[in-house]
Nanobody, 124 residues
Framework: QVSLVESGGRFVQAGGSLRLTCVLS????????MAWFRQAPGKERQFVAV????????YYANSVKGRFTISRDNVKNTVYLQMNNLKPEDTAVYYC?????????????????WGQGTQVTVSS
């Protein structure tokens, strides 16, 4: 059984930075492509970023490209999301997700394991 636990979300002013952390337990992180999604109140869960098993390739949603960076440490079984120049529209619950399939996905339905989420609130 895989468990994902996110942390690092908090209240921050617009223009500020946060680093979210997702720790995977139960299996080795190297087994999975890892992604971050977010969900704002009343909206659907939205893809943010994904990183492949090796860490060599990443993809980002256009809305966060150039501001957010996804990374991973397979030794520490940890995935990170560095968020810079935060905007009020980044306010959401942020979730990490794991997929052990061969392809890289941006749809939430393709991910079988999820964390409980961490709240990020950006004020203007």
């Amino acid at each position: 059984q895989v468990s994902l636990v996110e942390s690092g979300g908090r209240f921050v002013q617009a223009g500020g930075s946060l680093r979210l952390t997702c720790v995977l337990s139960g299996r080795t992180l190297r087994t999975y492509n890892m992604a971050w999604f977010r969900q704002a109140p009343g909206k659907e869960r939205q893809f943010v970023a994904v990183i492949v098993r090796s860490g060599e390739t990443t993809y980002y949603a256009n809305s966060v490209k150039g501001r957010f960076t996804i990374s991973r440490d397979n030794v520490k079984n940890t995935v990170y999301l560095q968020m810079n120049n935060l905007k009020p529209e980044d306010t959401a619950v942020y979730y990490c997700a794991a997929d052990d399939g061969p392809l890289v996905h941006v749809r939430s339905s393709e991910y079988s394991s999820w964390g409980q989420g961490t709240q990020v609130t950006v004020s203007s």
